[in-house]
Nanobody
Framework: QVQLVESGGGSVQVGESLTLSCAAS????????VGWYRQSPGKQREWVAA???????SYADSVEGRFTIARDNAKNTVSLQMNNLSPEDTAVYYC????????????WGKGTLVTVSS
């Protein structure tokens, strides 16, 4: 069974940066669609960014230009570099593999908490 493990969250100040990492045991991210999602308190989980099997990328409007998703095949990880963070980015961040239709495929991991303070 594939398990996803997110890491790299923490507490930062407005304008600072963080890099999140997603690791998968039991599968490879190579040539797969992988997405990052987040869930803020009291809100639905929302899609943030995706990297597709031929390494094209897509971002939600709210993070475009500030976040960068990348894949490291040697480490079998997908990262999310987050710059110029704002309090609105405070959330638990999750990763998942994504189907061709854009739906998350696997069971959700525990996520990693990002807290941005002003």
């Amino acid at each position: 069974q594939v398990q996803l493990v997110e890491s790299g969250g923490g507490s930062v100040q407005v304008g600072e940066s963080l890099t999140l990492s997603c690791a998968a045991s039991g599968s490879t991210f190579n040539a797969k669609n992988v997405g990052w999602y987040r869930q803020s308190p009291g809100k639905q989980r929302e899609w943030v960014a995706a990297i597709f099997k031929f390494d094209s990328r897509s971002y939600a409007d709210s993070v475009e230009g500030r976040f960068t998703i990348a894949r490291d095949n040697a480490k079998n990880t997908v990262s999310l570099q987050m710059n110029n963070l704002s309090p609105e980015d405070t959330a638990v961040y999750y990763c998942n593999m994504v189907s061709e239709s854009g739906s998350p495929i696997l069971s959700w991991g525990k996520g990693t908490l990002v807290t941005v303070s002003s």
